[in-house]
């Protein structure tokens, strides 16, 4: 059975770097890492200095909203929501403020004090684009 459906969010990075948003395969729906835009827009992008670095980490719960909301808006298009996700795998500039930030926000999204997952949380020194902070990316069975 050929059971396989993909969806993308029409950003130009897709076309650029050749990959789909999200791709459901039988019951499981996986999707690439979602960061913080709306449209090709960054939303909450963070402060840099003249060299590029990022200056403040203060928009990470912000940008994780917006990578969430991103991932719900996907989710749907498939008939799932964020109540399907079984693990997710965050990746963030700075581990003190994503893990702040994390408790915070993943429990507005999921509803619950304890998420029903597995989640992972990883510092990693740049994203896709400099002015990112975190990148979430997840998996939902259906």
Known sequence: MNDIRTESHGVPWEETYGYVQAIRRG????????????????????????????????????????????????????????????????????????????????KEVYGKPVPQLASTIIGTPRLAFPELLVEIKLVAVV
Request: net charge negative; glycine share 8%; with cysteine.
């Open 27 to 106: 019951n499981t729906i996986y999707l690439s890492g979602q960061v913080s835009h709306d449209g090709p827009e960054l939303v909450a992008p963070a402060p840099l200095d003249d060299a590029g670095a990022v200056t403040d980490f203060a928009n990470m719960a912000a940008q994780m909203r917006q990578c969430y909301a991103n991932a719900a808006e996907l989710l749907g298009r498939f008939g799932a929501s964020m109540d399907d996700v079984v693990d997710e795998l965050i990746f963030v500039l700075d581990s003190d403020t994503g893990g702040a930030a994390a408790e915070e926000v993943r």
